[in-house]
């Protein structure tokens, strides 16, 4: 184990040592050679290094097109995903008209894809992904990458929804039962391809039903009014669902206390 160990660092040594002469030599068409060998075998960090020191060297020739393109790809390679997302882009301002131009856009918009967090973080980074993917697909409607910008979309879209959907839940649980029905109506509006767009509806429902029955006696009318008004718009809008009769259900009882308070109120009047 020693043996291999001290051999691994033999190698290593003249690896960085043959790397540190092509660094300093002065000839650019062999730096740049080197460049495209490390590049080929996948040792990123070399070329990466070389093609940022040949950048500004070969700016105006005719070669400068394909170091660019491939010192972006190093920081891809390498997950920088912030330097990759400004090359790619810079290429194509650079290179507007190049044949690689549609690939790098891609690019770009990927490497937000790859900056996306866990469900429960901030989303801004796959919001910026989506807006770049629907662009290249419009940009590029023939596009061979446009079945896979519309799953990344699809997928991105799903995980903002169950993001939304936990915050709506948290409210409920917590009892801020008007924040919960307005946060489940903004998830139907928001995602109105939703195949849960029924089970929002019937929450916000239960989330205004709630609300009414912890309001003051003066406020209840109105807000029992609300529930069923809602569930009208859900026997409108979801007429085949089977959580049909549990939305009636609320507009029942939501009936019922209505004529429970009225009927309190002219036997109050009665009395004065």
């Known amino acids: 184990m020693r043996i291999l160990l001290i051999a691994f660092i033999v190698l290593l040594t003249a690896s960085c040592s043959k790397f540190t002469k ?10 740049l050679r080197m460049a495209e060998k490390y590049y080929t075998e996948k040792k990123y960090t070399y070329s990466q290094q070389l093609y940022q020191e040949l950048f500004p060297i070969f700016k105006g020739d005719p070669r400068f ?20 997302e400004s090359l790619f882009k810079q290429f194509t301002e650079v290179f507007p008209t190049s044949a690689k131009a549609e690939e790098m856009e891609y690019m770009r918009a990927y490497t937000y894809y790859r900056q996306s967090p866990k469900q429960e973080l901030d989303q801004t980074n796959s919001l910026k992904t989506i807006g770049l993917m629907q662009t290249f697909i419009n940009t590029h409607p ?14 991105l879209r799903e995980k903002l929804e169950a993001k939304d959907y936990k915050s709506a839940e948290l409210y409920y649980n917590m009892g801020h ?12 509006n928001s995602f109105p391809d939703t195949k849960k767009g029924d089970e929002y509806k019937l929450q ?52 019922n206390n209505l004529k429970q308070i009225q009927n309190e109120q002219v036997t109050t009047s009665n009395q004065r």
């Open 177 to 188: 039962y008007r924040a919960a029905a307005i946060a489940y109506t903004s998830l139907i």
């Open 204 to 255: 916000a429902i239960k989330s205004y039903y709630r609300y009414a029955q912890n309001s003051i006696e003066e406020k209840k009318p109105a807000r029992y009014q609300t529930v069923i008004d809602e569930a009208n718009d859900f026997a409108d809008r979801f007429p085949e669902s089977p959580l049909q009769k549990e939305a009636e259900h609320y507009a029942t009882l939501s009936q």
């Open 65 to 84: 097109e394909d170091l660019f393109y491939k010192y972006a790809y190093c920081s891809y390679y390498l997950k920088d995903w912030m330097q990759a």
């Open 142 to 155: 023939g596009s061979a990458k446009n079945a896979e910008a519309n799953g990344i979309i699809d997928k």
């Open 22 to 31: 092509v660094q300093k030599s002065t000839d650019y068409d062999y730096k």
